[in-house]
């Protein structure tokens, strides 16, 4: 997200730097208070869906025809409150509310299924009412199809479900709990740029 914001102006290059760094404009969990073009504050898990609903809801009132996206990430969808909003979006007909969840299996402290097994995560937001998608999340043309599918689908709430790998590309952070929230150091920083082929050897 902070890519984007540096790309779109809000942020600099510069501040790119401030990644995790107390007092940064770059935290770990997003703040408005510190972070220009964020609209909402970010830190504890399953909150944001709430918010997408809001603003999705506002939109309608103001007759704005706006989409409204959220990201969430699946040890997010956990959480209760996911659920509870997911249910109030479909009652709602919230067809401008958008989600991509990104299926990389991997939360904070360790592979999500061994904290909480999921089971089945499109039949649960099928149950709810919502229009589901799945993707390879490493495809782009699969990507801006399913980009194509949330825009288009409008009769209630979509998701799209990007099955991802994180690390993807890195070696030695592809699938591994251990970089879910740790930055890597400079020799492993310059062994991914590598991998990554954004410079040579």
Same mark, same amino acid.
């Given at each position: 997200?902070?890519?984007?914001?540096?790309?779109?102006?809000?942020?600099?290059?510069?501040?790119?730097?401030?990644?995790?760094?107390?007092?940064?404009?770059?935290?770990?969990?997003?703040?408005?208070?510190?972070?220009?073009?964020?609209?909402?504050?970010?830190?504890?898990?399953?909150?944001?869906?709430?918010? =997408? +609903?809001?603003?999705?809801?506002?939109?309608?009132?103001?007759? $704005?025809?706006?989409?409204?996206?959220?990201?969430? *990430?699946? &040890?997010?969808?956990?959480?209760?409150?996911?659920?509870?909003?997911?249910?109030?979006?479909?009652?709602?007909?919230?067809?401008?509310?958008?989600?991509?969840?990104?299926?990389?299996?991997?939360?904070?402290?360790?592979?999500?299924?061994?904290?909480?097994?999921?089971?089945?995560?499109?039949?649960?937001?099928?149950?709810?009412?919502?229009?589901?998608?799945?993707?390879?999340?490493?495809?782009?043309?699969?990507?801006?199809? =399913? +980009?194509?599918?949330?825009?288009?689908?409008?009769?209630?709430? $979509?998701?799209?479900?990007?099955?991802?790998?994180? *690390?993807? &590309?890195?070696?030695?952070?592809?699938?591994?709990?251990?970089?879910?929230?740790?930055?890597?150091?400079?020799?492993?920083?310059?062994?991914?740029?590598?991998?990554?082929?954004?410079?040579?050897?």
């Amino acid at each position: 997200m902070y890519a984007i914001l540096a790309e779109m102006g809000f942020i600099s290059e510069e501040d790119l730097k401030s990644y995790r760094v107390l007092g940064g404009v770059c935290q770990g969990h997003v703040d408005m208070k510190w972070c220009p073009g964020v609209d909402f504050s970010a830190g504890s898990l399953g909150m944001g869906l709430s918010f =997408g +609903m809001g603003s999705a809801i506002a939109g309608r009132l103001a007759g $704005s025809e706006r989409q409204i996206y959220v990201m969430l *990430g699946d &040890g997010e969808i956990q959480e209760g409150s996911v659920w509870e909003a997911a249910m109030a979006a479909r009652h709602h007909e919230l067809g401008n509310l958008n989600v991509i969840l990104d299926r990389n299996r991997i939360q904070n402290d360790d592979f999500c299924e061994t904290q909480m097994r999921m089971f089945d995560i499109p039949a649960k937001w099928k149950a709810f009412g919502w229009n589901v998608k799945e993707i390879d999340g490493h495809n782009m043309e699969e990507v801006v199809d =399913g +980009m194509n599918f949330l825009s288009s689908t409008n009769d209630g709430p $979509s998701i799209l479900i990007a099955h991802t790998v994180k *690390g993807h &590309g890195v070696s030695f952070m592809a699938d591994n709990p251990a970089f879910h929230g740790a930055a890597p150091n400079d020799e492993q920083y310059a062994q991914a740029m590598v991998e990554l082929g954004e410079v040579k050897a």
